[in-house]
């Protein structure tokens, strides 16, 4: 019904339902109804057509709209261990697992968590972040502590939560219903429309005056004042079988003593001026531009995201046109998201894949592992336990859904701790990684504190049963960015398997020597300061992995004297005087076409600026191959390759001050925006950068 309310489409069927009627008296049926009829015939073409692209535009919107909420959850259903399934799936009673990053899929009960907060700003205005609690007798009723809401963020912590309310039925659901607006026009479909109704405007004028001169020429042939219908010029009634035009309705009139039979031939012709008006209306009136725009918008759109390119709102498209800077996250972005494991370094041993993955890497670094002892282990099964154990990411069975996946096992969670996990299904199996995930029961997990993008690490503290009464009872495994956990270790496993100083001296691998050096002698912290650095310019991200034990005894008199662990400054101590197990090397694959992108983009004037949490050599490795910035930038300009602090410190950070705008709210600025503009100038890549440092140069930029 919506094409149907168009004042043009009405007046075409009121003029075929009169073209109809007059026909039908004029000529008969169904002679008479040929002109009318096929004017339908054209309204109803025009109406399905319009219906039919108003519901393809519709749909593919539809389609972004649901592309854009997608979100796998882990789910538990009569099962201990989850299945991975989309956020829409999820039904009243269900429980799963939430953890930092993550948006809340339904509104729901907290059964478990720790240090959990979430940002429920976008549904409250609340502008701080909320602590959230597991349900207690006490605080069940409140509404707030013990509960989180649909669309809210976690930003940080993790546990476990069972859905109360979802889709409409959740508050988000029943904000969205009451608030629900009409899609409002595009910049460019507004301007198409302002055109389209100035255009349809000289259309009308056009169509009014040919109208009127329809009735001008109709009232100088009734007055002899033209020739008439029948080419006389003098009068209708003088030429034989003429007939004059007659205001007259009936079948029979008369003029003077002559009668004649009328043939309406007045209604027809203002009939047809009617015709010709709308005629000319209808072909003048481009009422269709700003549709065919917003076609054209969603087509392009689905081809976009074919190439996972996801344009949530078609107004972005145009506003693209105008940009000038793009600050682009690395993960996911320029890169596959797709890490992979290609070189690690334990017992002061690097090994290296090289160029080609395959499970040589993971079963060398196994083999040699394995016979090294440490502490009544093997270093191999101190790697495996402290990248298996501290870990959120999941290893499930492959189900088939998707096809392009024929792995038996397939692994779900952080992108980074899969590349992890997937080391160690090359070296011993799916199955055999399960098993050992499954033997680290909840019974003997201690406590869990999770990675956050100010810490840069995860930690993970258990219990081993067997090891009771000894100092061995209780171990704590951490792995995290090397240059943010060295100042935690203190230790290092040697080759030999005993436990080092950080700082004792080492020989130097061959494939470890600095260039120039056929060898050379460094501390064990050395060594790794040499590993990290010729990771990081293979562009590969580094990922420390350490461990340290202690008696129960020692870890509950450390439990008593920092508040019971319960706030995360209180649980730092238990990452004091770690050992350093081993370090990884994990690539993200360049995107094959992002090279060319880039350079599209600079060939259009846009500044490409890379923000990412990796340390500095590593962006500026990564950089530095897909084009964002040359080695002469690095060299010339201290800005051109930034930390996420020092750019912080550089301009000052963030200051509120009075929206000009409305000056009952206020708004974010850069606090020195003279320096944040020098800085702009040559910035290309922002390292270790948080959150809020990614903030602070969107919002300096915008």
């Avoid at 060939?603 to 590593?618: E, L, P, R, W």
């Amino acid at each position: 019904m919506e094409n149907f309310d168009d004042a043009i489409n009405k007046i075409l069927l009121l003029a075929a339902i009169v073209s109809i009627v007059i026909g039908i008296i004029k000529e008969g049926f169904p002679d008479g109804m040929i002109e009318g009829t096929s004017i339908l015939i054209a309204l109803n073409i025009i109406i399905v057509v319009n219906s039919g692209n108003n519901y393809i535009s519709e749909r593919r919107l539809a389609d972004l709209v649901n592309l854009s909420e997608r979100q796998d959850v882990a789910i538990f259903r009569n099962s201990t261990e989850p299945i991975t399934l989309d956020a829409s799936k999820l039904v009243v009673g269900d429980v799963f697992k939430f953890e930092a990053g993550m948006k809340v899929p339904a509104d729901c009960l907290m059964l478990e968590g720790q240090d959990v907060t979430c940002d429920e700003g976008a549904l409250t205005g609340e502008p701080d972040f909320m602590e959230k609690v597991p349900a207690t007798s006490e605080n069940y009723n409140d509404g707030v502590t013990c509960t989180m809401m649909a669309k809210s963020l976690i930003t940080s912590g993790f546990g476990k939560a069972v859905a109360i309310a979802v889709g409409p039925k959740s508050v988000a659901g029943v904000i969205t219903e009451k608030t629900q607006q009409a899609p409002q026009p595009t910049l460019l479909q507004e301007k198409l429309e302002t055109i389209a109704n100035k255009i349809g405007n000289v259309g009308i004028l056009v169509a009014i005056m040919t109208f009127i001169a329809q009735l001008i020429k109709l009232t100088l042939e009734m007055y002899h004042v033209i020739p008439c219908g029948c080419a006389n010029i003098t009068s209708c009634e003088a030429a034989e079988g003429c007939i004059p035009l007659t205001f007259k309705f009936a079948e029979e009139f008369k003029v003077g003593d002559e009668t004649y039979q009328n043939d309406y031939r007045f209604y027809t012709s203002m009939l047809d001026a009617i015709i010709i008006a709308i005629t000319v209306i209808v072909v003048a009136i481009p009422e269709g531009l700003p549709l065919a725009v917003t076609i054209s918008l969603s087509f392009s759109s689905a081809k976009m995201r074919k190439l996972n390119n996801l344009v949530r709102k078609l107004a972005s498209s145009e506003t693209m046109g105008g940009a000038t800077h793009i600050c682009s996250d690395k993960t996911g972005t320029l890169t596959l998201n797709k890490m992979t494991v290609m070189a690690c370094m334990t017992c002061e041993k690097a090994h290296m894949a090289g160029k080609v993955v395959s499970d040589t890497l993971a079963t060398g670094v196994k083999d040699e592992a394995s016979v090294i002892s440490v502490a009544g282990t093997s270093a191999w099964d101190l790697l495996l336990k402290g990248v298996m154990w501290n870990s959120s990411a999941r290893i499930e069975k492959n189900d088939g859904s998707d096809k392009d996946v024929t792995d038996e096992f397939i692994t779900r969670g952080n992108v980074t701790e899969q590349g992890l996990i997937k080391f160690f299904i090359r070296a011993l199996g799916g199955q055999g990684c399960v098993e050992e995930k499954n033997a680290l029961t909840e019974d003997n997990t201690l406590l869990v504190i999770s990675f956050t993008s100010s810490r840069k690490r995860a930690s993970i503290v258990v219990r081993d049963p067997s090891k009771a009464g000894t100092d061995q009872e209780v171990r704590v495994y951490c792995k995290g960015a090397p240059d943010m956990l060295f100042d935690y270790t203190s230790n290092v496993i040697s080759a030999d398997g005993s436990i080092v100083d950080l700082n004792s001296s080492v020989n130097v691998p061959e494939n470890l020597l600095n260039e120039g050096e056929s060898s050379a002698q460094d501390t064990h912290r050395g060594l790794f300061d040499r590993t990290v650095l010729k990771f990081a310019k293979q562009a590969y991200r580094t990922l420390l992995i350490t461990y340290k034990d202690m008696s129960m005894d020692e870890y509950e008199s450390m439990k008593a004297q920092n508040n019971n662990f319960d706030k995360e400054s209180d649980r730092e101590v238990l990452e004091n005087g770690l050992t350093a197990i081993g370090i990884f090397g994990l690539q993200d694959p360049l995107r094959p076409t992002i090279v060319d992108s880039i350079k599209k983009c600079k060939a259009a004037g846009i500044t490409v600026v890379m923000c990412t949490g990796d340390n500095i050599d590593t962006a500026i490795a990564i950089s530095k191959n897909a084009g964002i910035v040359t080695e002469e930038q690095v060299n010339s300009s201290q800005y051109a390759a930034m930390t996420g602090k020092d750019f912080r410190i550089a301009v000052g950070g963030l200051k509120k001050v009075t929206n000009p705008e409305d000056p009952d709210k206020s708004i974010d600025v850069v606090s020195n925006m003279k320096k944040f503009r020098e800085i702009k100038q040559h910035l290309r890549v922002l390292a270790r950068s948080s959150p809020e440092d990614k903030y602070l140069l969107v919002t300096g930029i915008q």
